[in-house]
């Protein structure tokens, strides 16, 4: 072991782990090992394990829900931190009362470990409105943000909802930030390029009838369930959406945009290489039928874009982040 990694476990202790496999964490299973992997459970153990590497000069990265990620074959050199922050309170609400029924907003604050299912289930069971339409989205608050996760029957982005929130930047500045800052756009948002962290976030939400919130919530989960396949290993999926542009400049048919029907549409629904294999339910979903590495999903990733481009005249844009060695 370096001098460095040895100096960042006698800062963090012996909850630092060496050589840690990371398949088991995501939900495509698939990724070799970090060299050193330390499970944060509060805020404040996530950014003094996040600042401990980053002052010895460790590169470090940031693991959520471990969904809409390809960890490579040979893992993730450096500190990898898992982020199992899981607080969730109300901040406050802001209303007035009419008719004996508070009419208003209301201020919730989520740590960016906390499970994106955790939440809306706790602010359906409150009665809060705003994030019921995202009941079965994987992953986490923090990557949520990340990507600004989308629902779309009804339309619904996760960012739309957010207040402010609590961020650790690159020079382990911590900073409150309000909505704008993050630029919010489909599958985008700031952070994807300033290398903040996302360490907490306060999502203004509005008064609403319980049953009526968990009502939408069942729809979401049980579109989702009809739609996307179920009891397999997958990050999410695949490849972004293409824009109404593109699907004009290359008339596909009925201008669609769905990047899945175009994969499908192209001949590869149910194509495999080695263990992995577009989705024969949905082919903007590549899954893991059990062993696959990572070099079989970049080949079909590869295959997609080359099948689509030649047939549709189109690039389709990953949506799965890479990370580590491949």
Known sequence: MNTQYQKLKGVLGDKVKENEPLATYTTFKIGGPADLFYDAKTIEELVAAVGASRKLGIPVWVLGGGSNILIGD???????????????????????????????????EADSGVTMNKLVRFTAEEGFAGLEMHLGLPGTVGGAIYM??????????????????????????????????????YDTSSVQKTGDIVVRVVFRLRQG???????????????????????????????????????????????????????????????????????PVHANFIINRGGARAWDVIQLITRAKEQVKRQFRVMLEEEIVRVGEF
């Open 209 to 279: 009838e319980k049953s009526t919130l968990w009502d939408a919530a069942n729809a979401a989960i049980a579109y989702r369930r009809q739609t996307q396949p179920q009891g397999v290993f997958s990050p999410g999926c695949t490849f972004r959406n293409i824009s109404k542009a593109q699907a004009i400049t290359a008339a596909t048919p009925e201008a669609t945009t769905s990047a899945g029907f175009l994969i499908d549409h192209a001949g590869l629904k149910g194509v495999s290489i080695g263990r992995a294999q577009i989705s």
């Open 74 to 108: 040979k893992g993730i050199r450096g500190f990898v931190v898992k982020n199992s922050t899981s607080r969730i309170f109300i901040r406050g609400m802001k209303g007035t009362l009419k008719g004996g029924e508070a009419r208003g907003n209301v201020y919730v």
């Open 148 to 185: 600004n996760s989308k629902w779309t029957h009804p339309e619904g982005y996760v960012g739309d909802a957010v207040y402010q929130a609590e961020i650790l930047t690159p020079n382990n500045e911590q900073r409150t930030v309000a909505k704008p800052y993050f630029q919010f756009g």
